[in-house]
């Protein structure tokens, strides 16, 4: 297992002042097990009003681990969404695993579970977590139901219970199955959580540094949603659609792109709405999150 890095101690914010940042990146992210998936897509965003730009290359997790890592080096000031569940629900059953001695107390020791649970699988997949004997009993997967299951949709966050409040569709991160399942997506991106762990700020696990980048977790369709894109409509596949959008996050339009994929013009959408969401307060603040939650469930940004 990857031993933790531990970065400069940062400074914990105080008060109510409103954050500022100089940078907003927006990651489309994946849990297909092979280095370089195609769903893995970056945009980066600076304060003002230009367009985000499409960092386009083939991304792999590592790189994005490596990417992420040079921004807490340099101490940018960086609002970083990433798109998955950085975990399980806990607070409907007062567990991630009930039942399994193993289970883990909050988000750190769950990303850390995982992480050793998976370490001899490349590309910071987690197959050897879903096939764990107690693990894997909690999961819907391909002709395997695990019997703590416990059918329908699944257990669900509080916060995805919020998202669905807004008319958006959570789905539960012990289903595996299905095209819209995000468990794998998230089950990885607990791994690289557990790498970045104590080098950047993980809201709301960690207290907000004042310095240096913040990490939050977000849900691409909000973006969309709140941007005006109507419900049943999911993708944005075409430039004109995309700068219609942009432009009610007060963007100017964006650089044509080689390719238009809901992946691309997902991260690009979501970092200009980082851009104009960072400086409300209520947002850092939901009525919903409680101490226990920020510990164990963590919360979705943007939803109240």
């Given at each position: ?19 500022t ?9 994946s ?5 370089r998936?195609k ?26 681990l ?15 969404g ?6 399980f ?18 988000g ?14 490349p ?38 219970h ?38 950047i700020g993980?809201w ?13 977790e ?13 419900k ?9 659609t995309l700068?219609?959008l942009?432009?009610a ?15 691309a013009?997902?991260a690009?959408l ?23 939650l ?10 109240p």
């Amino acid at each position: 297992m990857g031993s933790r890095q531990e970065g400069p101690t940062p400074r914990r914010r105080h008060g109510n002042t409103p954050l500022t940042f100089t940078d907003f990146i927006a990651i489309d992210w994946s849990g297909q097990a092979v280095e370089r998936p195609k769903g893995l897509a970056v945009a980066h965003a600076r304060a003002g009003d230009a367009a985000p730009v499409l960092i386009d290359r083939p991304w792999s997790r590592a790189d994005i681990l490596g990417f992420l890592g040079e921004l807490a080096e340099r101490r940018t000031r960086a609002l970083i969404g990433l798109d998955l569940s950085p975990a399980f629900p806990f607070a409907d059953a007062g567990a991630y695993f009930p039942g399994w001695d193993a289970s883990p107390a909050d988000g750190p020791a769950l990303w850390a579970l995982v992480e050793r649970l998976s370490e001899a699988d490349p590309h910071f997949a987690a197959t050897s977590f879903v096939q764990h004997v107690e693990a894997r009993r909690h999961f819907r997967q391909m002709g395997d139901c695990g019997d703590r299951f416990p059918g329908g949709r699944g257990r669900f966050r509080v916060c995805e219970h919020g998202q669905a409040a807004m008319a958006l569709s959570p789905y539960s991160c012990f289903n595996l199955v299905g095209a819209s399942q995000v468990g794998k997506s998230s089950l990885t991106g607990m791994r690289v959580l557990h790498r970045l762990r104590g080098r950047i700020g993980i809201w709301p696990f960690d207290p907000l540094p004042e310095t240096g980048p913040v990490l939050v977790e977000i849900y691409t369709a909000l973006a969309a949603r709140l941007a005006g894109m109507r419900k049943g409509i999911s993708k944005i596949r075409d430039g004109e659609t995309l700068d219609t959008l942009l432009a009610a996050f007060g963007s100017a339009p964006h650089t044509p792109l080689a390719r238009y994929d809901d992946h691309a013009t997902d991260a690009i959408l979501s970092a200009a709405w980082l851009r104009t969401t960072v400086s409300q307060p209520a947002l850092w603040r939901p009525a919903g999150l409680t101490a226990a939650l920020a510990r164990t469930e963590g919360w979705t940004f943007g939803v109240p």
